[in-house]
């Protein structure tokens, strides 16, 4: 197809939104067999410009209603409601909770 392009080719941004699409469509598939109330992510806006950071808020949002989501951002202005947020800081190599 003349359509295709490679993984290898996208932008970081296409690349970011393929993964989380995949990893979204994984969930619900495997929870149609075993029940998975249970998502942990990583820094899933690192390549996002703040139109798809939006968007992927509220498919966030929509997906976190009857599940358990732990999601690690750098980005302080993220806070989904209904969220309990969890501050972490490090000085001089020392970690703790704001």
Same mark, same amino acid.
């Given at each position: 197809?003349?359509?295709?392009?490679?993984?290898?080719?996208?932008?970081?941004?296409?690349?970011?939104?393929?993964?989380?699409?995949?990893?979204?469509?994984?969930?619900d598939v495997? +929870?149609? *067999?075993?029940?998975?109330?249970?998502?942990?992510?990583?820094?899933?806006?690192? +390549?996002?410009?703040?139109? *798809?950071?939006?968007?992927?808020?509220?498919?966030?949002?929509?997906?976190?209603?009857?599940?358990?989501?732990?999601?690690?951002?750098?980005?302080?202005?993220?806070?989904?409601?209904? +969220?309990?947020?969890?501050?972490?800081? *490090?000085? *001089?190599?020392?970690? +703790?909770?704001?």
């Amino acid at each position: 197809q003349d359509d295709f392009v490679p993984y290898e080719d996208l932008s970081g941004g296409q690349q970011q939104k393929i993964d989380i699409v995949t990893l979204f469509a994984a969930h619900d598939v495997i +929870s149609e *067999n075993k029940p998975c109330d249970l998502l942990v992510m990583d820094e899933l806006f690192e +390549s996002l410009d703040r139109d *798809n950071i939006e968007l992927l808020t509220d498919l966030i949002q929509d997906k976190a209603r009857n599940k358990c989501l732990y999601l690690i951002t750098h980005r302080q202005e993220f806070a989904p409601t209904n +969220s309990n947020i969890i501050r972490i800081k *490090n000085i *001089n190599g020392i970690t +703790s909770i704001e």
